[in-house]
T-cell receptor, first 116, second 115 residues
């Protein structure tokens, strides 16, 4: 069974500072990995995804994530935080091409606060 | 450019009442999903569908029912509402993707309170 752990339910950074949101996964097969963002009173929207190929993935709004198989991690980063980045971020995993399932398993989320 | 549309946006129910949460998508996606989101718990899959006429249980299906008569619509039915069903409900859809490499597109949610 797959699982996702997001370290830190709340992260606070200053505007202009580095954003680092941590995600570790557990999967018995090569997974597909996703980061979603949720703004207040909205649904989730895709930030970026890793399926195959390059392990450093760039997404929208200046975010990127690196798939590290040896560390079973897929941490999300952004060099300089902006006030508009304040939101809740979810990491998710699917079992990939070998898993035969279209279902995603979500982490519990990390709420990002950006201080002026 | 509607995407996934959920109605209603808010609803208050009394214990024991029933209701249907509506979800429709205009992207011709095969796969549709219902999740519930509780504070600090992430999203839990209630039911999903891989195409019209085909549905299956997710992680937390008890107290809910679904149907999928068309590609576009995937309503979620609550029978005998209970306080434990107070939550935010999200509908999502995606293209068929081998192994789940296709992203899911989410609606804006239905906020449901059971009193």
């Amino acid at each position: 069974a797959q699982s996702v752990t997001q370290l830190g339910s709340h992260v606070s950074v200053s505007e202009g500072a580095l954003v680092l949101l941590r995600c570790n996964y557990s999967s018995s097969v090569p997974p597909y990995l996703f980061w979603y963002v949720q703004y207040p009173n909205q649904g989730l929207q895709l930030l970026l995804k890793y399926t195959t190929g390059a392990t450093l993935v760039k997404g929208i709004n200046g975010f990127e994530a690196e798939f590290k198989k040896s560390e079973t991690s897929f941490h999300l980063t952004k060099p300089s935080a902006h006030m508009s980045d304040a939101a809740e971020y979810f990491c998710a995993v699917s079992p990939g091409i070998q898993g035969g399932s279209e279902k995603l398993v979500f982490g519990k989320g990390t709420k990002l606060t950006v201080n002026p | 450019n509607a995407g996934v549309t959920q109605t209603p946006k808010f609803r208050i129910l009394k214990i024991g009442q029933s209701m249907t949460l509506q979800c429709t998508q205009d992207m011709n996606h095969n796969y549709m999903y219902w999740y519930r989101q509780d504070p600090g718990m992430g999203l839990k899959l209630i039911y999903y569908s891989v195409g019209a006429g085909i549905t299956d249980k997710g992680e937390v299906p008890n107290g809910y029912n679904v149907s999928r008569s068309t590609t576009e619509d995937f309503p979620l039915r609550l029978e005998l509402a209970a306080p434990s069903q107070t939550s935010v409900y999200f509908c999502a859809s995606s293209y068929f993707g081998t192994g789940g490499n296709q992203p899911q597109h989410f609606g804006d949610g239905t906020r449901l309170s059971i009193l």
